[in-house]
């Protein structure tokens, strides 16, 4: 009976983690270190890689399992599997944002540069100043997000090439752009009225203080006379 009743308290443990993968958080340290437990864990919420054990961090099925479905879990995961480069493919793929926790070397790794500035442009910001200022991978970010030109090197900012990838904006971003230049001028068009009126009572006033104030109506009072 005993056996029976561990074997179904390891059952619904599994089903709590497996429908909330948080609980593992407050799971004693041996369900931590069970592998099954925690790939059921992961392959639900990534974000439960935190709360396994430092063994379990550092296994490359359970940190596949969690950054193909949390890919910031890449944080969570033993320097070791940080450095992997499939592991790092992997997340990027998936979130570019994940390169922020790949080290140095990765981010100066081409094809995983490419693959996270392709998913979010803003990655470019992360990667190696090599990278930055390689047309290619430049141009892949700035198609993915035009503000990522942002962290471009300076030479690239500026070259002419970049003045062909405006027409790579996706109709979204054109619109965008329209629409902010749209309220720009209406902004700068009301300006110009508010102090055109300004300008004309600062006349008036001036015109009244030395008795030279034209009767609007003086032009058919003189019609009616003649």
């Known amino acids: 009976d005993s056996v029976a009743s561990r074997g179904l308290g390891d059952v619904y443990k599994r089903q709590a983690v497996n429908s909330w993968a948080e609980s593992l958080k407050f799971a004693s340290g041996t369900l931590r ?20 054990s430092e063994a379990l961090q550092a296994d490359r099925e359970v940190v596949l399992g969690a950054v193909e479905r949390s890919p910031e879990a890449l944080h969570f995961a033993s320097t070791a599997l940080k450095a992997d480069r499939e592991v790092v493919l992997a997340a990027v793929n998936a979130n570019g944002r994940a390169l922020k926790f790949a080290p140095t070397a990765l981010r ?14 803003w990655a470019l910001k992360l990667a190696s100043e090599e ?12 198609k993915q997000d035009v503000v990522s030109l942002e962290f471009a090197s300076e030479e690239l900012q500026h070259a002419a090439f970049l003045n062909r ?12 752009v ?9 902004v700068q068009f009301w300006r110009m009225v508010e ?14 203080e030395l008795g030279d104030v034209d009767d609007p109506l003086e032009p058919a009072k003189k019609a009616r006379k003649e």
């Open 108 to 121: 100066a790794d081409r094809e995983v540069v490419m693959a996270a500035v392709q998913q979010y442009g």
């Open 33 to 52: 270190a069970d592998r099954e437990i925690v790939l059921i864990a992961v392959r639900s919420d990534g974000g439960a890689l935190c709360f396994a």
């Open 195 to 208: 102090r055109a009126a300004q300008i004309a009572e600062q006349r008036r006033i001036e015109r009244a």
């Open 131 to 142: 990278l930055q200022a390689d047309r290619a991978v430049v141009t892949e970010a700035v």
């Open 165 to 176: 990838i405006a027409n790579l904006w996706t109709r979204e971003a054109r619109l965008w």
């Open 178 to 186: 329209c629409a902010g230049r749209e309220v720009l001028f209406q």
